[in-house]
């Protein structure tokens, strides 16, 4: 039996873990406990603890896990292929801090090919991102599912820091990159991460100090799209660019 | 109608109906109460009815003011710079440089009027010095002074050093278009037709591109 105390626990995650893991933690600690992705921005103070050229992800993973302190009964790490070095980094921190960690890698053999329905669906670009992150917990199918459309456009990258910049897209823009992977259950799947529509004008966002600007930029110019990056909230630089880019292309 | 560019130092103001320009420092708008019906740029954004992303002004401006397919076009500003490259007449890169390199543009002037500097008469520099930024850049020019080197050379290093970084930002392209205030300062031109070959289009291309994006939303220019 969970005590009442359960309630106001959390179990936080980050990247893509093994559903398996999740379920497993889940099981230990209650499936009533609440899950809470530690990569997204809930409002936490800064925490000061790591170098401000850290990527913003990795930045929210260890403010909200301080933020959370006292509450996060555990926290899943995606360490492998599927996140990058810092993800690894920042479960060593964690464990290293006092949190209880637990270490997910996503084996190859474990990729799944699930049906692309958000990234060549028909919706506005932030809900179809928000809800193939959503599928990281349970992937089983949701209500509302949009329907196929033909690209006009497309978006690269890992789901930003600030979803402002998605609001600029059409609902007709597809979903390319690490987002694209999550989808089809293949986190770290380099191949289908590179791969994306020829001709579809596309913005390969990244945040900054991700090390993911090096494919970001060399895919922006094989395909002739628009690499952009931005630390923390979006300026009106960067919101022009792609603005002008969705406008002109 | 009023249309209007707004810079960060420099505001282009043209009037639709008489088709006369005028051009003023920025600071000069705040004395006014003008209200823009079009503008961009981002001193124009709280003085306007409707107000036009600067890339889209530059590109539509540019789209409108040349005829080949495939050609490259730079503004440099007083704080900023900013690319568009068309192939086949489709923008194929565009940015927008903020960030490293700002207010390079403004830091020549600022250094002109120190130095009681002519541009049209000053002689281009074979020598620069590297300037990320505004102030690192005016840094280097004192030291080049106060190293006996004449001011006039010195912010010639600079302009050379400043175009640099323009055409590392662009490319490095063959050939490029040059829209803003530097097309009226031949240092800068013959500068950087050391490395391009620079068609200099005048200080008004983003306000043609106002024109084209107001005509195309149905309204009369
Ligand atoms: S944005 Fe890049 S560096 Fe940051 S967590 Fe994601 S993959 Fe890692």
Redesign the pocket.
Known sequence: MKSSSSKKKLIGYFGFPRRDILRDVRDRVGFDVPLVDLDVDHGAPDSGVLPVTT?R??TNIIDNAMNFRGRLAVVVAAVGEG??D??RHVSFLLGNMGFEVVESRFPPEEFENRELVFSTGHAPLADKIERIMETVVDPSPQRNMPGPCEPTHGFWG?PPHDFRVLELFPPTTHVYGWTRCVEAGRPGDMELECRVGEGVPTVFF??S????QDIARYLAEKYGGLAIDCHREINDSILAKVEAFIRLS | MLLADCGSTWAKILDTATGSLEIIQTRELILRDTVFDVATGHSGRSRCREFKNELIALAEGGLSLVDDADFALVDVGGRDIKFVRFNGRKVEKLDWNLACGSTTGATVELLGKYYGIDFTTLKQADEWVNVTCGVFGMERVLEQVSLGNPPGRSVAMFIHGMVRNVYNFVGRPERLYLSGGFCENPCFVDTFRRYSQVEPLGRTVPLEGLKVISASDGKTV
């Not at chain 1, 100090?209 to 993911?212: E, L, Q």
């Open positions: 990527c992800i990795i996140k990058c810092r993800g890992v990244t945040q100090f991700c090390a993911k």
